[in-house]
């Protein structure tokens, strides 16, 4: 079992920058790929970016060249930088982690899931 939690949201203002951190507790965490997923009000749940136990990353291209995914496996922490943040980027945010190799970006993939953080980011 891996726990996940999440932390960092905020509300801010557009062209501003928050800093996300999932904290995992349970097995090894440099043996899981963790990714980011968001969902606003009325929407599916969607894809932001993930990065591999090797170190990989994927990102969506709706938040590529602003967000920075990034693993510190000594503090079993996964970090999402997101800088030049819009208003659509609205949404409570997600960790989730699974032990495939690979930087899924697919939420189906994943096993093991936070509570969410919100991130609310005004015009």
């Known amino acids: 079992q891996v726990q996940l939690v999440e932390s960092g949201g905020g509300l801010v203002q557009a062209g501003d920058s928050l800093r996300l951190s999932c904290a995992a507790s349970g097995r090894t965490f440099k043996d899981y790929a963790v990714g980011w997923f968001r969902q606003a009000p009325g929407k599916e749940r969607e894809f932001v970016s993930t990065i591999a136990r090797g170190g990989n990353t994927n990102y969506a291209d709706y938040v590529k060249g602003r967000f920075t995914i990034s693993r510190d496996n000594a503090k079993n922490t996964v970090y999402l930088q997101m800088n030049s943040l819009k208003p659509e980027d609205t949404a409570v945010y997600y960790c989730?982690?699974?032990?495939?190799?690979?930087?899924?970006?697919?939420?189906?993939?994943?096993?093991?899931w936070g509570q969410g953080t919100q991130v609310t980011v005004s015009s």
């Open positions: 989730a982690a699974y032990s495939g190799r690979s930087a899924s970006t697919y939420s189906r993939s994943y096993d093991y």
